[in-house]
Nanobody, 115 residues
């Protein structure tokens, strides 16, 4: 079992920045990839970014150039640096981890961008 705990969400004005953190604990060995998803009211959950290993990253087109995902293996933590935030980035952000055939989710953290 893997436990994921997100932090760092909040209210920010458009154009501002936030950094989300996701700390993993439990059976964290052999986690294949970690990522961030988000879900806005009335919409499906969508991939924001994910990282495989230490360096392979993939981003949704809507956040490319504004968001950066990174991973600190010593702290078992993955980060999402979000810059130039827009109102359409408002959503609950969820951390995700893939380990073998298992998928794990955090509880989510709210990000609200005011225009």
């Amino acid at each position: 079992q893997v436990q994921l705990v997100e932090s760092g969400g909040g209210l920010v004005q458009a154009g501002g920045s936030l950094r989300l953190s996701c700390a993993a604990s439990g059976s964290i060995f052999s986690i294949n990839s970690m990522g961030w998803y988000r879900q806005a009211p009335g919409k499906q959950r969508e991939l924001v970014a994910h990282i495989i290993g230490d360096s392979y990253t993939n981003y949704a087109n809507s956040v490319k150039g504004r968001f950066t995902i990174s991973r600190d293996n010593a702290k078992n933590t993955v980060y999402l640096q979000m810059n130039s935030l827009k109102s359409e980035d408002t959503a609950v952000y969820y951390c995700n981890a893939l380990q073998g055939g298992n998928t794990y989710w955090g509880q989510g953290t709210q990000v609200t961008v005011s225009s």
